[in-house]
């Protein structure tokens, strides 16, 4: 198990005991994915706890740097849980890979036993076939579409913009 900072609280280290690889190698994509939101939502908490105590220290301190120093133990449980929520990632992400490459040796075998061949039900499973008229080209690199499109980009900047002036 990693190192744990002091004052870890039951719940904290069963949360751990949970992430270690032996642990996760036993869960399903469904359990994972139940750890994962449970291990970021703690991992967010001591996140908030850690830098909402430091911002109030700012003040006290008249310094990041000097409120900084306070604090260690909810960033040492904050870096704990972003470590087990490593783990957990990539364990769900594996899994995920997993599930899709068994749903897509399904798919294809569920082609071949009809006997359309892989080919044509990838295609109609993942909709129609792409176009390549010169039309379907010209239009998407159309001079209107780019003006729209700035425009919209334009729009966004512009509310940005105003949110950024109410802070």
Do not use: C, W
């Not at 970021?40 to 409120?67: I, L």
């Not at 260690?72 to 087990?84: G, L, M, N, P, T």
């Amino acid at each position: 198990m990693a190192p744990q900072p002091p004052g870890m609280s039951d719940a904290e280290r069963e949360i751990l005991r949970e992430t270690e690889p032996a642990a996760l190698a036993t869960l399903d994509e469904d359990a994972l994915l139940d750890l994962h939101a449970r291990v970021r939502r703690a991992r967010n908490k001591h996140v908030g706890q850690y830098r909402r105590a430091a911002g109030a220290r700012v003040g006290d301190a008249r310094a990041r740097g000097a409120a900084y120093s306070r604090g260690q133990r909810s960033r040492d449980k904050a870096e704990v849980f972003e470590v087990a929520l490593a783990r957990v990632s990539t364990a769900l992400a594996k899994a995920a890979r997993a599930s899709a490459a068994e749903l897509r040796a399904a798919r294809l075998a569920a082609a071949r036993s009809d006997g359309t061949g892989p080919a044509r039900a990838v295609r109609a499973a993942d909709g129609p076939a792409p176009s390549s008229s010169s039309s379907a080209r010209a239009a998407a690199k159309s001079p209107a579409r780019k003006k729209r499109e700035a425009s919209s980009l334009a729009e966004g900047a512009r509310r940005q913009a105003r949110r950024d002036a109410r802070r």
